[in-house]
């Protein structure tokens, strides 16, 4: 019976494993393709299925005038606009959740938790019942296509994240650590720079994780907010979709614009791991 | 140029936390709130510091509204019953933390924090992160940053009530030579706790708090020898003052088929239905007593606490040596009536064997 | 605490959301009372027309919302299974821990539409590997992308891959915080790892069970990238979601007025069965 547990229990993740890479793998193979070795029949293994050659990646650092695709300038983009809307989301967030989770707020039946609530609840928003009105509101002003169109419609996106994880990060930070701050000497403002935050980088590293993820994979904003003079990654890497399935440099600007936020799964593992996360998700 | 407190009344809900509470502390003495576990110690504090605003009454020191003062401008210290330290600073940053807010010059700082660090005897810890040290050390460390301030008020929460049994005995005992010597004629110094003996040692003015209203004010020497009320008896006693409904029948007390002479101190009283209340310690163990049922027996130190039961009539005695008993097994008690108090149907204090002061 | 300063602190963060949502969110109320279509692009009046339209004469945007609840309800049972046994599995000690955790952790990160791009070479009917691999044991190459019914599950693996992490994230770091002491006690009494489970496990992570799942349903409600790459909605309209449909009314036929009728009552219709699900899920996970 254990043995049979056992057995059970290590089959599952060695499958459940092999399904999370098989697509990495096949990217990784494919991406050293060339027109034969896709096209003719299907291939796996480098030297012995198909020759490989890296005609794939070569592309993606050539000129778009001689036949590359311009990966750098999207990346930049995608770099910008995620780094610049979770910084934002964090800073107001992070103060928001503060005074969410220390200060009672009392407006006729509105309390504390239907402020965190309503902040949180914007999750639900369907991107494409925000994206109707943003388009018409950003071309009537003219940041359609513009990055700092991008950047507005991801706060919305990334705030609710960052107020969730922060709000419960502090409330488990003894509020007498604030108010010992308050008796020495400083006044709200400076107990919170002074104090709280110095002692909330853990969950600040947290929601700032989380604020990256959730705006690197965005994709529906940026295709509906953009056309031709900004593009984010993911859009870049779809238009190359629809052309003539040049696979080999599909799987190439694929793996290269994936691979950054892989590292976070190292650090997300390590919080983990430390026990750090546990609080800050629950 | 006192710290005065006047009808002061909290209630954030429908419970009063503090509940028409008047004071007036003079510099240099020390003042200490007993009560028990959230009889609104902890908020009377937190009212003086400033954290929390009183819904009515008024707070004033040295002739200023108190209330119209921050929190940030008061010049108060706290030490609270958990350990807080700023934790992203060492043992040195922590103590000059306030006085860096304050802007006073460097060399004072310097003279402040290492006579702080003596004190508490610190020395040699300054670079310590606070993580790596012990309970009792954090809590020094807590300490020598409110000493540091040189606050003119000084509260402290109920500080040793984290520690255990030994640290808070040596804590205790340090804490009394900290005050009596390391303290300005300047400072008000408040100390709350649910420790009766605490209160004793220290032996400062008293105020007895539950559920949010004074009960009794006084030397700590008045309110041991003649707590006003029966709550009071029970609040200011460990173990609580055992308490026995009874009768006096001219020169005998009767109570659960028990006869005893009435004490001397009890001739004044009527002949009517009585709470006799008689402290753990004045019983004792006799062969000529009366017999009580063994129903727990604890074991503290070179004490022990007999819980004991006769009909409906259960007591506390405390024998000061360590005995073995057997539970439900028999044992002959003595009650020695030159300590017992009188309490009326009211709850009234009505006889003390330290004769009743009335006021 | 309450010092004055507290509004300092809330209403930069309050008002930029409210500021960011106001206008949309009037003006797609508004914008759903009128004709706005790409002949006559202006804000006219036409009262509940749109509504009347959508609920007596478009069974498209029902059969895609009906759709959408089957993918997202399907994909997030799935997800909360495999991502309990998961986060069961790698709880305890067990050989590369950490290992597999990182692994288990990394769909989330990648980028949904970029990966959707080799899924779609990965199921490639004739080029991709699973036909191939499958036909060499002898199977018929499967019609991923272009069976209607097929087409459904392709779409539900692939959600399944790329969200199943999330729900081993928020499981797993649920697990980690659980008190120890009953553990401890199920362990004294010597029960079975399947009885520790039904009376200690679950029931302490049901309040834990109930918010990842809310949240995975709120997520997958989006489900739009996976399809839009995919499949496009297709075969015909066989995987086509609420989103997917609005989008087309609105940014590709340009029926800007009906499709704000479209958003705000796809977004009242969210907001309410989102509702009425957690409260059932309370009621359901947390009696026992």
Redesign the interface.
Known sequence: MEKL?KFL?YT??IL??V?????FL??IS?SFKDFQS??S??T?IPWLDFEPTLEGWRVLVKSPARGGVDIVEPYFNSLFVTCTASL?SIV??T??A???S????KAGFVRNND?TF??IS????????????????LSTIGLLDSLIGLV??Y??LL?PIA?WIMVDFFNRV?????????????????A?YK?VL??SIPGLIVAGMFCI?FG??D??FAF?LTFTEVQL??VK??A??SSI?P?WS??AS?LI??AP??I???V??RY??K?N?????? | MNLIGENITYKPDDQFHLNDVSFNFKKGNLYTILGRTLSGKTTFLKTIAGLLNPDSGNLSFEDNDFIKIPVWERNVAMVYQQFINYPHLNVYENIIFPLKQRKISEDQIKKDVEEALKTVGLVGFENRKIQELSGGQQQRVALARSLAKKAKILLLDEPLVNLDYKLREQLREEFKRIFTQGLSEDTILIYSTTDPQEVMELNGEVIVLDEGKVLQKGPAKEIFENPRTLKVAEISNDPPMNILKGTKNSEKLSFENILINSPSHFKNLSDQGYNFGIRASEIKLDDQGEEFEIELAEISGSETLLHLKKGESKVIALIEEVMNFKIHEKVKIKFNENKLYAFDQNEELVSSPYGVSHG | MNFKHKYVFLFPGLFVLIGILIFPIIFTIRLSLSGWNSYTPEMNFIGITNYIRLFTDDPRFWESFFRLSFLSVTTVILQYIIGFALALIVWREIKFKRFFRVIFLIPMMTTPVIMTVIWRTFFHESLGPVNDLLGNLGVEPILWLSDPVIAKFTVIIVEVWQWTPFMFLLLLAGLLSLPKEPFLAAAIDGASPFRKFVYVTFPLMAPISIGAIIIRLIEASKIMDTVFVLTSGGPGTATETSSFYIYIKGLREFQMGYAATLSFTYLVIMIISLTIIAKVLTKLMIKK
Do not use: H
């Not at chain 1, 928003?125 to 994206?131: D, E, F, G, R």
């Not at chain 1, 996360?277 to 629950?282: E, T």
């Open positions: 547990y229990k599952f993740i459940w494993t399904f999370i890479v098989a697509p096949w990217a494919t896709v096209n029949k299907v796996y934002i107001l967030g103060l928001a503060y005074a969410l220390r200060f009672t707020f402020i309503f902040f914007q999750r639900i928003m369907p991107p494409i019942v925000l994206s109707i009105p943003f388009f018409i509101f507005v419609v706060i919305v705030m107020v003894p509020k007498e650590l604030d108010e010992t701050a308050l008796i020495d000497g400083c006044n709200p403002y400076q919170f104090v110095p002692n993820i690197w994979i994709f529906f509906i990654l993911p890497v779809v190359l979709n399935t696979w599909l799987s694929a614009s994936v936020l892989i976070v799964a190292f997300v593992e983990l791991s026990g996360l546990s609080g800050a998700l629950k």
